[in-house]
T-cell receptor, first 115, second 111 residues
């Protein structure tokens, strides 16, 4: 597709269940970022992938959060044993090269609600 | 203190007014982004700039590197401009490659 695609767009899950959020970056973009926006809060960095380098996981809030990027393209953010405070909009962005001043393109986000 | 600060937090304007949203940062940056977020969460990148000024339609973004300040201007504002506007800085020091975001400005343009 032409833009960054995220799925699902909305997810309601019960507390304690695991969820997987998917991000399809723009084709050819080597840098991929996950961000989280809790209600009324600003955007919070979670994790960053650049090519084949080890990901920067410094923003992950707990060990219940993990992310993978297979084949340098699609990324999956997994939240295990979800808690109510995990409710947020999860945004994915990609750019052609994080080393340079390149523009980041954002997906529409996945709105996660933990009940 | 946040490294990237925006003002105002909320802004209400009448249709047709000239709007300015400000962003200041306290660290060295390699680029600054202006983003627009509509209800529902989707984010659109409006501008990326590292110096000077950029214009796209009714939107103008400026940055002053010496003063560590950027502004987003909207001319002839329209209700469809109502959204949250976010500035995001790509910090140039250390190994940080991710964007650092301001808290956003909620703009409401009334008809």
């Amino acid at each position: 597709g032409a833009g960054v695609s995220q799925s699902p767009s909305n997810k309601v899950t019960e507390k304690g269940k695991d969820v997987e959020l998917r991000c399809d970056p723009i084709s050819g973009h080597t840098a991929l970022y996950w961000y989280r926006q809790s209600l009324g809060q600003g955007l919070e960095f979670l994790i960053y992938f650049q090519g084949n380098s080890a990901p920067d996981k410094s923003g992950l809030p707990s060990d219940r959060f993990s992310a993978e990027r297979t084949g340098g393209s699609v990324s999956t953010l997994t939240i295990q044993r979800t808690q109510q405070e995990d409710s947020a909009v999860y945004l994915c962005a990609s750019s052609s090269n994080a080393q340079l001043n390149t523009e980041a393109f954002f997906g529409q986000g996945t709105r996660l609600t933990v009940v | 203190k946040n490294e990237v600060e925006q003002s105002p937090q909320n802004l209400t304007a009448q249709e047709g007014e000239f709007i300015t949203i400000n962003c200041s940062y306290s660290v060295g940056i390699s680029a600054l982004h202006w983003l627009q977020q509509h209800p529902g969460g989707g984010i659109v990148s409006l501008f990326m700039l590292s110096s000077g000024k950029k214009k796209h339609g009714r939107l103008i973004a400026t940055i002053n590197i010496q003063e560590k300040h950027s502004s987003l201007h909207i001319t002839a504002s329209h209700p469809r401009d109502s959204a949250v506007y976010i500035c995001a800085a790509r910090i140039s020091s250390g190994s940080a490659r991710q964007l650092t975001f301001g808290s956003g400005t909620q703009l409401t343009v009334l008809p």
